[in-house]
């Protein structure tokens, strides 16, 4: 069970929390002019990289707050933990 | 029966204590400090199981948690009986009781034997071959009988008696292993004022130290004068996760005769560890030779281990196989026990050094570059056929010396106990000197700090022998045909392995499924090692190219109460009861759980079933009355400036308009266009909304909502409370709900005029201040009473004082249902299932066309939402006026047709209805709302199709009048 360093609360057990997914998704900003591909890569399209993942989870048992995550998907190292909207930190091994 | 077979003096066991235990039915004494391995084999008894597959005579192998053979079934037929049980960590008490398994008639003669002349039809994998025809038999015939022959223990066949905990723990240090390497750690870390927590399965502490003469374990009372040292004996770690997540098994009661009733039988503990230090020693391995799986054949290690620490004359007349020193130690061990050592046969040419200048003191013999070809004895080993290896590895047809014995020492060398390590994802290195898995120093991931130390490390220097050097030789080679074993347990022979090869097999994954060798209670702790040198040879390949399976946990078995702890019966999950539970309960309603809520399902009069009390439930709403208790329903309070705004994000209706003092329904979608949730949302002031949702969607729609502000629209200064705890709500129904409300309401006009559809007011309900919602889900002039929770059963008491007398009843859930769908009212969920658009519902009044986005609003325009064909909400009658429908059902074009028959849609709800005076249904069918009028078939198995129409999903009062009363 994952260890996760909330940005608000210290570092909790992965069961006080829920991981929503790919983070970065951007909802586009004028929907209506937005063509059929760019809306379904918006609803449907997601990376699943092996290596670093840039997710979103949300301490849902704890503060409540979302925030970011950058995990590294085959060793499930936790790289960088950061708010909303912040932009992606450089991370690596 | 005397303990024929103890030694006279020595052991760490209490000779001034005798202790009764039966195995088998017969009656035998042990000390405390024995376990059932070792007070057996005091008693001479060798002969302790049959073997999984070929019913072979099996004795104690080890001595220690990597038994593969001696497994028993403690407390036959009683519900605390446990089958596959080691006999070697099952700790002596009084009373114990103990069976063999796997036998029939009895342990001596047992015909299953038959299947080891037969063995020739079942080799590895024989039944993916085998049993193949006639195909109806695998089922009726040939697996019935296999499992009856094949297999354990007996499953417990009643509840299980006793308690179990989950303790959660953090420490600085967790040391695995309370051996010397795994004491030193943890004084160390002691010593700095860590906290530590050191582990270890044993009933004492001291590992690998126990089984030497005249033990002495050092260190003990230091560790416990350190305050922040915590040592758990009889505790297993069984697995390491992520981010030195480990969870331990503690055996709190187990050994005792007599428990402390307040104390659990087992405690599971689930620990966050700083650092760990795993000091989980070395296992040795035994040596594959035809006949190697022999009563009275051990493993050299576990032999020594009961001359020296349970004082065991394991035999009379011993012979020692090795490809290493440190069965030396064991063969001295044993001499000065006063066991005649045989020969000490060694793999070896030349061995050399110390301990063979003391074998040669000693006087005893060794026979150099020679192997055990093979073993002979019925129910215990009386010989080994020792043979001289020639220069290519064989024994050039020479037939061998008979080497008389009834002890068989066997060590094949050591391996690293690197399973733990593995489990936490640290890469394993195949080392030459050892022939064996060590820890790789590839790094782990960084949240996974742990250091491994002594055997566990590949570091025997703390053995009085240690493992090298060593020769290793994987499969012995034989003068005969006979079974040479890798896995005992699962009775895999090198044979078997060949044969997987032969099969194509490569990959060690594949060779372990095929011929399931390292399966099973063990786990292949004793045989991986050889099945993989095995493959490699075999493959003329490097071993560390052929790899390991993947380690798994649990490292030994786990018994299901230890897991399920607490979680069971009536603590398995929560329960939500309403405020007007218990008067729901006084009018003997029967619940349905939603949720976690227990909802009133229905109230059945004495002699009325279910059908029956929902057909009176349903006409009393419409022609008197009737009371719902909808608390369960999700409340959430939405404040701030921008709440209004935020509705017309979330909903696709407007919302800039809404008046305080009024309600509307409003339906959320995903951005993908579907149905997510509906529920009414009251404006009690510009920036304060009351909003409701479906019982089930509360907790997640929520979440989205909060996902949706802390995420999408951080701009917006809105606040989100559920509330749906704090309200009790019951919604009076019917044509008199505003006379049973009349008397009981101050501060508040009910009259149409003053209320109208859709409003909301605060009034006095019984004396309590509370709010009042005109609105309905039933289509009856209606109105929904929320008082304080506390308040809830004395304003719906003081409600049904009023009520009942005039023929208004408590109604339930099914009524609800019912009543909803005579006015094809959807329940999210129910109409919808996540593919449900609201055009599809003909919803399409509710989706606003002029204000700006909306979460859905895009998502209702792609290509394959607006075509025409899908499938559409409709209302189905049943021509014959009879039939009930079955929710689920399939809708088709024609009556009859050949499988696959093309599927239009299916029946998502169906009710008799009484006030519609007929049964009814909806249906999403494709096409369906330009199908009205038109007949379709609704196909049951085992009846013909149903003939329904198809219509508009309304089925009482189209014009909607009697909402205004």
């Known amino acids: 069970m994952l260890l996760i360093p909330c940005p608000h609360c210290g570092p909790r057990a992965e069961v006080e929390f829920r991981c929503g997914g790919e983070a970065h998704v951007v909802r586009p900003a004028e929907p209506e002019s937005a063509s059929d591909e760019v809306w379904r890569d918006y609803l449907f399209v997601r990376k699943s990289p092996k290596g670093v993942h840039f997710e979103r989870w949300n301490h849902a048992h704890g503060c409540q707050r979302w925030f970011n995550v950058a995990r590294d998907t085959v060793s499930d190292e936790i790289l960088a933990v950061y708010r909303m909207g912040e932009a992606p930190p450089e991370v690596g091994r | ?965």
């Open chain 2, 1 to 965: 029966m005397s303990q024929a077979f103890r030694l006279g003096s020595g052991g760490r066991i209490d000779r001034s204590a005798s202790l009764r235990f039966r195995f088998d039915g017969q009656s035998f004494q042990g000390h405390p400090g024995d376990t059932l391995a070792s007070a057996l084999l005091a008693n001479g008894v060798h002969l302790v199981g049959r073997s999984f597959k070929y019913h072979r005579p099996r004795g104690i192998m080890t001595a220690g948690s990597e038994e593969p053979n001696a497994l028993v079934q403690l407390a036959p037929a009683k519900a605390r009986t446990e089958p596959n049980v080691r006999a070697t960590v099952v700790e002596l008490k009084n009373g114990l009781v103990a069976e063999s398994q796997n036998r029939w008639p009895s342990l001596g003669f047992d015909l299953g034997q038959l299947n080891d002349v037969l063995s020739p039809l079942f080799p590895a994998g024989f039944y993916y071959k085998t049993f193949m025809w006639p195909k109806a038999f695998w089922e009726r015939v040939y697996e019935p009988r296999i499992r009856a022959i094949a297999g354990l223990g007996v499953a417990p066949a009643k509840p299980d008696p006793d308690r179990y905990l989950h303790r959660h723990a953090h420490c600085d240090v967790l040391v695995v292993g309370g051996g010397p390497a795994g004491i030193a750690a943890a004084l160390e870390a002691g010593r700095s004022g860590k906290r530590v927590i050191l582990v270890d399965e044993q009933a004492e502490l001291g590992g690998g130290l126990l089984a030497l003469p005249d033990a002495a374990v050092e260190g003990l009372d230091e560790l416990a004068a350190l305050p922040e040292v915590r040592v758990l004996t009889r505790t297993t770690c069984t697995g390491y996760y992520d981010h030195n997540y480990l969870v331990m098994l503690e055996r709190v009661t187990d050994h005792l005769a007599e428990p402390d009733p307040d104390l659990p039988r087992q405690r599971l503990w689930r620990v966050r560890a700083g650092e760990v230090v795993l000091a989980t020693g070395a296992l040795e391995r035994p040596l594959v030779f035809r006949g190697n799986d022999r009563p009275g054949v051990m493993l050299a290690s576990a032999a020594r281990a009961y001359v020296n620490r349970w004082a065991v004359r394991l035999g009379s007349r011993a012979v020692v196989f090795t490809n290493n020193d440190t069965a030396y130690a064991a063969a001295f061990d044993l001499h000065r026990a006063g066991i005649e050592v045989g020969c000490i046969v060694d793999v070896r040419p030349e061995p050399k050094g110390k301990l063979v200048a003391e074998a040669r003191e000693l006087g005893i013999r060794i026979r150099a570059g020679s192997v055990v070809t093979g073993t002979e004895g019925p129910l215990r080993v009386n010989q080994a056929v020792v043979a001289p290896l020639d220069q290519a590895g064989g024994i050039g047809g020479y037939l061998g010396t008979v080497e008389p014995c009834d002890l068989l020492l066997v060590s094949g060398g050591w391996n690293p106990n690197v399973g733990l390590f593995s489990q936490a994802r640290g890469r394993l290195r195949f080392d030459d000197a050892l022939a064996a898995f060590v820890t790789g120093d590839a790094s782990l991931p960084r949240e996974q700090r742990l250091r491994s130390v002594g055997g566990a490390a590949g570091d025997f220097s703390g053995f009085d022998a240690p493992p090298t050097p060593l020769l290793p030789i994987w499969a012995v080679p034989s003068d005969r045909r006979g079974k040479a074993f890798v896995d005992f347990q699962n009775d895999v022979t090198a044979k078997d392995l060949g044969l997987a090869l032969t099969e194509g097999l490569r990959s060690i994954e594949h060779v372990k499924r095929f011929t399931t060798t390292g399966m099973g209670t063990d786990q292949g702790k004793t045989s991986n090692v050889n099945a993989l040198a095995i493959v490699a040879e075999t493959l003329a390949k490097p071993v560390a190219e052929v790899g390991t399976t993947t380690f798994r946990p649990p490292y030994v078995p786990v018994t299901f109460g230890a897991l399920v702890g607490h979680s069971r019966g009536d603590l398995f999950d929560v329960e939500r009861r309403t405020a007007m539970h218990d008067l729901a309960v006084a009018r003997g309603a029967v619940f349905e759980d939603v949720g976690n809520w227990k909802r009133a399902w229905y109230f059945p009069k004495p002699g009325e079933d279910m059908h029956a009390a929902v057909v009176r439930e349903t006409r009393q709403v419409r022609e008197a009355g009737g009371i719902l208790d909808a608390s369960t329903l999700g409340k959430i309070d939405v404040q701030g400036r921008d709440a209004r705004t935020f509705l017309n994000r979330v909903y696709t209706n407007a919302w800039s308009k809404l008046a305080p003092g009024m309600c509307r329904y409003g339906l959320m979608l995903r951005d993908d266009g579907m149905v997510y949730d509906d529920g009414v949302t009251a404006c009690l002031d510009d920036r304060h909304f009351h909003m409701t949702t479906t019982t089930g969607g509360a907790p997640r729609v929520l979440a989205w909502l909060e996902d949706l502000l802390q995420t999408e629209w951080p701009e917006l200064e809105v606040y989100l409370t559920s509330v749906t705890e704090q309200w009790a709500t019951m919604a009076v129904n019917g044509p008199l709900a505003r006379e049973i409300l009349a008397p009981l309401v101050e501060d508040c006009d009910l009259a149409a005029e003053a209320f109208p559809h859709m409003a909301w007011r605060a009034a006095r309900i019984a004396g309590v201040q509370g709010r009042i919602f005109r609105i309905s889900f039933t289509g009856e002039l209606a109105f929904e009473v929320n008082v304080p929770a506390d308040q809830g059963a004395a304003v719906l008491a003081a409600i049904l004082e009023v009520a009942e007398p005039r023929g208004v009843t408590l109604y339930g859930t099914e009524t609800m249902h019912v009543l909803r769908a005579e006015k094809g009212f959807i329940i999210v969920g129910q109409e919808t299932d996540g593919t449900t658009t609201p055009i599809d519902l003909g919803m399409d009044w509710i989706v606003a066309k002029k204000k700006g986005d909306f979460i859905g609003k895009r998502g209702l325009e792609r290509p394959d939402l607006v075509a025409g064909d899908r499938k559409q909400l409709v209302g189905l009658l049943t021509k014959d006026q009879k039939t009930v429908l079955v929710e689920g059902a399939q809708v088709v074009a024609t009556p009859t047709g050949r499988v696959p028959w093309p599927m239009l849609g299916h029946v998502t709800s169906a009710y008799a209805s009484p006030n519609a005076g007929r049964p009814i249904a909806l249906a999403l069918v494709a096409g369906g709302h330009a199908r009205h009028g038109q007949t379709l078939w609704v196909p049951m198995p085992g009846k013909r199709p149903i003939p329904v129409e198809i219509t508009a999903p309304v089925f009482f009062d189209p014009e909607n009048k009697r909402l205004h009363g």
